[in-house]
């Protein structure tokens, strides 16, 4: 398998791409949402409301924090996490901006 040669291109690109790899699992969009609709939540309460293995959950909380899509605080035992809010703003300024380079064409195939 060759390497992605990552390097070749700009910062914001192969960030952007590791935010959006990190979305593109439908189990992370449904913790997304799920922490969107409660504005923080507690990993046991993923795993009982998604009807996910806490491994599982956990697995899935860990890529979105590597990305840094979400914060975690310890709270005891619990791990308490939230959206981070720079990180959402720099996807949702992007995204926007990379959707609305394109303009549709009579001429399309």
């Known amino acids: 398998m060759g390497l992605s040669k990552t390097e070749i ?18 189990a992370r969009i449904a ?5 969107i609709e409660l504005n923080t939540c507690i990993c046991g ?7 996910l293995a806490q491994a599982t959950i956990s697995q899935h909380l ?9 914060q975690g605080t310890i709270d005891g035992v619990s791990i308490c996490y ?12 992007h995204f926007q ?10 001429n399309c195939c």
């Open 31 to 35: 913790i997304l949402q799920r922490i």
């Open 9 to 26: 291109f700009t910062d914001e690109q192969n960030r952007l791409a590791s935010l959006f790899k990190a979305l593109a699992h439908p």
């Open 62 to 70: 860990k890529e979105l924090k590597s990305a840094g899509i979400i």
């Open 97 to 106: 901006q990379f959707t609305s380079t394109y303009k549709p064409t009579a």
């Open 82 to 93: 939230c959206i981070d809010p720079k990180a959402w703003e720099l996807m949702e300024r």
């Open 45 to 51: 309460d993923l795993v009982t409301e998604l009807g």
